[in-house]
């Protein structure tokens, strides 16, 4: 019997300082995500972060946390429920981190009966520190668990015409009525020494400005050539001019070189240049969340505002809309069908 796993990052279960702390312990300790020797990351986390980071998290958190829970999980219970009214197999929603584990979502598709899963993390683009994390714990839990059950993964869908039509599409009805001077891809950020790390060719990668452009095999890992291919695509199919956009990477952590531009940096930068309309998307993300609700529509307007911008409109994520549900059909009956 043939089931779906979806899955997206995680989230505290409320807004307590304790129950934050709880979720940013499971997040920060992942070695994908802090990828130092486990004695470093084990001090730095537990001796320092999680004695700072979590009433600060917390806070954030109040900010956008809605009635009925998080907002991140909130929006992919909706998503998931409409996906499962549309086919006929089970569906099962987990997270990377938090209560909704990975492991409770697939014991309830084996428990339905199911021995063939369509795993689709719900992140566009390569990363160690999403997408990979995922796929290896999702694999770890089948080998020691359920041996019988087999699994295929989506690959990162950031260039797949679906999501790029239903991104553009969603993008296009937001910035309907805004007089936008300049639109700004922000993408989640990631430290530059992933991108080297993931490179299977060990000398392709220069984070350069040139080598996202020429064709390699390292592509297929690459956060940063993915990120720009997904603006490139959307640039495309919504005939946006050259100068009128660009592309950063926001929520920097420590102190070690992240990809860049930074968002932050861009948003008190383009008022100075005369770019005081702005609307910024955050392709990475299909669901809203911290990132996008606290960081980029309120936290970036008002350094944006600060800076001399005079209009700001943060575009919303896809999040459980039925053109981004349908993409998602597809993909489904695609992978029944052939399997």
Not at 58 to 76: F, M, N, Q, R, T
Not at 79 to 94: R, T, Y
Not at 130 to 158: G, H, R, W
């Amino acid at each position: 019997m043939k089931g779906v796993l979806l899955i997206n990052l995680g989230s505290p279960d409320s807004t307590s300082t304790k129950d934050v702390k709880k979720y940013l312990e499971e997040f920060l300790m992942d070695e994908r995500v802090i990828d130092i020797p486990y004695w470093k990351r084990y001090l730095l986390i537990k001796g320092i972060i999680l004695n700072v980071r979590p009433k600060k998290s917390a806070d954030a958190y109040k900010k956008i946390w809605w009635e009925e829970g998080s907002p991140l999980v909130v929006i992919s219970e909706r998503f998931s429920e409409k996906v499962n009214k549309k086919i006929e197999i089970p569906v099962s929603l987990a997270m990377r981190y938090g209560s909704m584990s990975m492991e409770n979502g697939i014991k309830e598709l084996v428990d339905k009966g199911v021995d063939e899963i369509f795993m689709i993390p719900l992140y566009p683009h390569y990363a160690m520190s999403s997408y990979e994390t995922v796929t290896v714990k999702a694999e770890k839990i089948l080998a020691e668990n359920y041996p019988q059950v087999k699994m295929d993964v989506m690959p990162p869908f950031y260039n797949e015409p679906g999501y790029i039509t239903a991104m553009s599409d969603n993008i296009a009805n937001h910035l309907e009525g805004f007089d936008y001077d300049h639109i700004l891809f922000s993408y989640h950020g990631i430290p530059e020494r992933h991108i080297l790390k993931a490179d299977p060719t060990k000398n392709h990668c220069k984070i350069d400005g040139n080598c996202c452009d020429r064709n390699s095999v390292a592509h297929h890992v690459c956060y940063r050539h993915q990120c720009f291919e997904t603006t490139k695509h959307i640039v495309k199919k919504l005939g946006l001019k050259e100068g009128t956009y660009s592309n950063s990477f926001q929520s920097r952590l420590l102190k070690d070189p992240w990809l860049k531009p930074y968002t932050d940096f861009e948003l008190e930068k383009f008022p100075k240049e005369g770019k005081k309309k702005l609307a910024v998307i955050t392709p990475a993300f299909v669901a809203d969340c911290l990132e996008t609700l606290e960081e980029i529509a309120m936290e970036g307007k008002e350094e944006f505002l600060k800076a001399g911008g005079s209009d700001y409109k943060h575009i919303p994520c896809m999040n459980d809309n039925d053109d981004w549900v349908n993409v998602n059909i597809e993909w489904i009956n695609t992978w029944s069908n052939n399997n």
